[in-house]
């Protein structure tokens, strides 16, 4: 039988179920990942429904823009992202799950610091290769290639 855990940010405001089980926990070393200290359970997309709070969802995207990192508008923690790898898996912030013990599972680390810079202009402080002629890419935001919504 498949375990259901019930998540959801600081506030409240965003509750989600993830129905799966998972076999380890990541972490992930590109730029974003290390600024919020990001601890991950990998789901597939189908095991995570949003019960409350769509509406507070944000959005924010870098880069490709193929990664969506969503984060509540209202008290500002990082909940989950589709993955730009595994596009049809989330990687879920696990100290959002309720009562979740992030001991009983290995942690393995993932490598993000060589994904491909793709964006018209990435900032200095974000490692990875520069993909050559990126300006023009379509899905780029611009300066910086970040936005959230």
């Given at each position: 039988m498949v375990s259901t855990h019930r998540g959801s940010c600081h506030c409240g405001g965003i509750r989600f179920t993830v129905t799966h089980d998972p076999a380890e926990l990541t972490?992930?070393?590109?730029s974003l990942c290390v600024k919020r200290n990001a601890l991950m359970v990998k789901v597939p997309e189908a095991a995570l429904r949003i019960d409350a709070g769509e509406e507070l969802l944000a959005l924010y995207?870098?880069?490709?823009?193929?990664?969506k990192h969503h984060f509540c508008r209202r008290c500002g923690i990082y909940v989950f992202h589709r993955k730009r790898a595994a596009?049809?898996?989330?990687?879920?912030?696990?100290?959002c799950l309720d009562g979740f013990d992030v001991t009983s599972l290995?942690?393995?680390?993932?490598?993000?610091?060589?994904m491909t810079l793709v964006c018209e202009d990435p900032?200095?402080?974000?490692?990875?290769?520069?993909?050559p002629g990126a300006a023009g890419i379509?899905?780029?935001?611009?300066?910086?290639?970040?936005?959230?919504?």
């Open positions: 972490t992930c070393d590109c995207e870098w880069n490709s823009c193929r990664a596009p049809d898996h989330f990687g879920v912030n696990v100290f290995p942690v393995r680390a993932t490598e993000g610091v060589g900032r200095d402080e974000w490692p990875g290769p520069r993909a379509p899905g780029n935001a611009g300066s910086g290639a970040a936005k959230a919504r």
